[in-house]
């Protein structure tokens, strides 16, 4: 996965229908979306549980691109290497599910992967100062952690402390939360270049009726993609 600015529509599995999740994956990569983002949560770090180790080696040879791994978990160090070798190619973690977070960023890319921290609403950019050099990924939150379909919090001025935080290092900034045609410019605009969808992908189509995925990856890296091209012409 060769680093690039460039924008990327990330769908969310966990609004995908659980039964198909390997045609589901298929089918948003045939209908043109990037990477596939798997949300792991445990029930305990948030109030939900989804899916493990075994779900990612199952739908890996259905992912042709990036598997995107979102572990909302903790502790996390003792899954990671169980998430290395059913195939993450990006195993992002919250800053706050270990005591030690520059150990975990070391120890995912010790296991081959992408090293990602995501944070939460109310987690400052400064929570990762002094990891930059450890990461692959940001992933800002723009809901809070542990349901899908919730409506977006605004985290712009984090995005853009971000972005410059993260100077010419090659980190991309992902978000995840309330991303649709509406939100895209917002988030784009501020400096991401990874956006996460759930509902706003999966909505109208089914594994039968793909089509629909596609319109909806178009639309909103159409949206993000026109929020760029109106910032440079200004």
Not at 20 to 43: L, P, Q, R, T
Request: charged share 20%; proline share 6%.
């Amino acid at each position: 996965m060769g680093f690039t600015r460039d924008i990327k529509i990330a769908p969310s599995i966990l609004s995908a229908d659980f039964a198909n999740f390997g045609k589901e994956c298929e089918a948003i990569e045939a209908e043109g979306c990037d990477w596939v983002h798997v949300d792991v949560m445990d029930g305990h770090f948030v109030p939900n549980i989804t899916f493990g180790p075994a779900t990612c080696a199952a739908i890996r040879p259905h992912i042709k691109g990036v598997m995107d791994v979102h572990l909302m978990i903790a502790p996390c160090d003792p899954y990671l290497e169980a998430f290395a070798k059913a195939g993450a190619d990006v195993i992002t973690i919250h800053a706050e599910a270990g005591p030690h977070l520059d150990r975990s960023l070391q120890l995912i890319r010790d296991l081959g992967c992408k090293a990602g921290v995501a944070l939460n609403p109310s987690t400052p950019a400064s929570a990762i100062e002094h990891v930059l050099d450890r990461l692959d990924l940001v992933c800002v939150m723009t809901v809070n952690p542990g349901f899908g379909g919730q409506s977006f919090i605004d985290m712009s001025a984090k995005i853009r402390a971000l972005r410059s935080m993260i100077g010419d290092r090659e980190i991309h900034i992902e978000i995840d939360g309330g991303v649709s045609p509406a939100t895209a410019p917002i988030v784009a605009a501020a400096g991401a270049d990874v956006l996460v969808a759930g509902s706003a992908v999966f909505k109208g189509g089914t594994v039968r009726n793909p089509a629909p995925y596609g319109e909806n990856i178009r639309a909103i890296r159409a949206a993000a993609e026109g929020a760029l091209t109106a910032e440079a012409a200004e």
